[in-house]
Structures are given as structure tokens and as C-alpha cells.
């Protein structure tokens, strides 16, 4: 552990030079990726300072151990050695964690895409809670949170609801929410107390930066028409809704939230430039065998993560097999317990892959 503590104290003496260099400032994209470095690395660096001083401390208590003879002296040593040992086990293991190498994802904001599955209206209404869901955790989390696009339901919820969510460490905590979300309840619709199956599909995109991914113009269609309320009818007179189609590869990302058709551009090419984004994370996790077991779900949108059952209360994450029974806390909003042990779960698995560098 000390030679590997060695070695990345080298690397974050070199980095902390790096960032202070006049062209490493003048270039954005170096300069993103030097300051995400050095922050990755003073973590390791404050936890391996401590690990030292541990170890430091049980060298000196069994230096006294072999040296003194006065009892108190000795007592004191022992008691000394006692309890850096046992500091020591946990301190370990979390600079083995902080020594996975991370996903550079993980920093970046999300564009949250949730749409109506099977299961009609209901699957609409499901899509709605959904999304309550998720804006009361991003409060709770501190995000700010931004509506893209919306195409309301017949019977209330959302058919889809697209929107940003900004802030630190944003797709590394909601990552694992891409995929099948089902519900099973009685529908407000139904008549004789039957519980039905709905779903909806939720992804999370990682949002890209314009140095993530560029994007021709000139490969894309920009169309204007009127924003829509309810329904169908319109809700302006202006053509401030805005439509990009990316023709090379048919992606469509359209925003009607703003009254500025200027706004509504940016925030639809902030869409696509995600989406196009993803598509080729999704080739890069699905060309890379250890990725693909990944709890992740980015090329299957058919997986099937979790089961919200009303009648029993019970919410069911089928990735690592975990039900909790606490329905009513976790659709309004908490659900970091489900977050952190998947966190858990796939930071044991990449510690096994990784033990190596160790």
C-alpha cells in the first residue's frame, strides 16, 4: 500500500504543477480534465496521510515495546499500537475504493428521459410519480433541475418528460436509474379493484460537452412550429419551439419549456449533443466485456430494474435482488438507500477486477 501511495504522491506533485501552468489555464478541455485529476487524487492523498501516520505509529509503539522497561511507558505503547490497528482496516479499504480507476463520467450533469411504457393512461400517471420522484431527490441532493420537454397525458402524468439536472457528481448517483421501471397497483381507472402492470422507461444521459462530441450543422435540420399545451392546442402565437434532427443518424431532440426560441435552441442541441453522446458510450460499454455486465443500463432499454408494488408496499431492485418495504418514502423522493447499495454493489465488483493494481 505504501509503494502505491508513493507512486500516486508523484503523480499528484506533478499535477499539482501542471494546473498552475499559464497554457494548461488558456485550454478549457486540459484544464477540466487536470483539475478533475488533482481533486481525484488529493482524496487518495488526505486518506494516505492518514495511513502513514498510522503505521508511523505502530513502528514507534514497537520500537518502545523492545526498548523501554518503565511499565507505564510500555502500557501506553500498547494501548497505542491497539488502536491504530484497529483504525487501520477500515482506512484500507477505503483507499483501495479511491484507487478504482473512476468512470470520467461520473462528474458530468444528465439529461433525464422518462416515457410512458405499457399500460395506457396509468403507465402515463406512473411516469409522473416517476418524475416527482426524481425532483424531490435532486432537492434533497441539492441539484438544480431544469424541464426540456413534455408531452402531457390523457388521464394526468407525462407520455414523456425530458429534463437536466446539474450539480456535483449527478450521473455517477443516477446512472443506475436507466431502464424498465414497473409498478403494480389498482389504477384510479379501475372499477373493480383489480391490480394492474404498468411501466415506464426511464434513461439517463450523461450530458455532453461541446468538446465531448462536436456536431455539424449542416448535418442538422432545424425546424420551428408553435409550443403546445395539453391536448394538443397551442399555447403562443410564436414559432419559439424548436425541433433539431441529426439526419446522419436520425436522433431527434425538440424543446418547448422556453418562451425564447434562442433558449429552446440551446437546450434542444444541448439534448441531442447528449444523446449522440450516449450512443457512442453505449458502443464503447458494449464493446467492453467488463462493462457489459454492468449494472449500468445503456444499450438494453428493455431491462427490467425495478418493481414498485403498492399492494405490499414493497419496491424491488431485480439488478441486485433488493426489496425494501418502504413504497411511500422512496416514490417521494428517497431512494438514496437503493442508490448507495447499488453503488456498493458494483464499487465491490470493479475492486475485484481492479485488485491487481491493489
Not at 147 to 159: H, I, M, Q, R, Y
Request: hydrophobic share 35%; aromatic share 6%.
Amino acid at each position: 500500500m505504501i509503494d502505491k501511495l508513493n507512486i500516486i504522491k508523484q503523480r499528484f506533485d506533478e499535477v499539482s504543477d501542471l494546473i498552475i501552468q499559464p497554457d494548461i489555464i488558456s485550454d478549457q478541455k486540459k484544464y477540466i480534465q487536470i483539475n478533475k485529476e488533482y481533486k481525484d487524487l488529493k482524496k487518495i492523498m488526505d486518506e494516505g496521510v492518514s495511513y502513514i501516520s498510522l503505521i508511523s505509529n505502530i513502528e514507534e509503539a514497537e520500537k518502545i515495546l523492545k526498548e523501554e522497561e518503565d511499565p507505564e511507558m510500555l502500557e501506553m505503547a500498547k494501548m497505542q499500537i491497539e488502536e491504530s490497528k484497529s483504525q487501520l482496516p477500515e482506512l484500507e479499504e477505503r483507499i483501495k475504493f479511491l484507487l478504482i480507476p473512476k468512470d470520467p463520467e461520473d462528474t458530468k450533469n444528465v439529461v433525464v428521459e422518462i416515457r410512458a411504457g405499457t399500460g395506457g393512461d396509468e403507465a402515463s400517471i406512473f411516469a409522473g410519480d416517476l418524475y416527482r420522484m426524481y425532483l424531490k431527490f435532486c432537492q434533497d441532493q441539492g441539484w438544480k433541475t431544469s424541464l426540456v420537454d413534455s408531452s402531457e397525458g390523457t388521464a394526468g402524468g407525462f407520455k414523456e418528460i425530458i429534463f437536466e439536472v446539474s450539480g456535483q457528481d449527478v450521473y455517477g448517483t443516477l446512472k443506475f436509474e436507466s431502464g424498465v421501471h414497473r409498478v403494480q397497483r389498482v389504477p384510479q381507472t379501475e372499477t373493480q379493484g383489480r391490480v394492474h402492470t404498468s411501466a415506464s422507461t426511464v434513461m439517463v444521459l450523461p450530458e455532453a460537452e461541446e468538446f465531448d462530441i462536436e456536431i455539424d450543422m449542416n448535418d442538422v435540420r432545424i425546424d420551428y412550429f408553435c409550443s403546445s399545451g395539453p391536448g394538443g392546442q397551442s399555447v403562443n402565437t410564436t414559432y419559439s419551439a424548436v425541433r433539431l434532427t441529426h439526419e446522419p443518424s436520425g436522433i431527434v431532440a425538440q424543446c418547448q419549456d422556453q418562451k425564447s426560441q434562442h433558449k429552446n435552441k440551446d437546450k434542444a442541441l444541448k439534448v441531442l449533443r447528449s444523446r449522440l453522446y450516449e450512443l457512442e458510450l453505449s458502443k464503447k460499454l458494449e464493446a467492453d466485456s467488463e462493462k457489459r455486465n454492468s449494472l449500468v443500463s445503456s444499450g438494453d432499454r428493455s431491462a427490467k430494474i425495478r418493481t414498485y408494488n403498492y399492494s405490499q408496499g414493497r419496491v424491488t431492485d431485480h439488478r441486485i435482488g433488493l426489496t425494501l418495504y418502504d413504497l411511500q418514502n422512496i416514490i417521494n423522493g428517497d431512494i438514496s438507500k437503493l442508490i448507495k447499495e447499488l453503488q456498493v454493489f458494483q464499487n465491490t465488483q470493479r475492486l475485484k477486477d481492479s485488485a491487481e493494481i491493489i
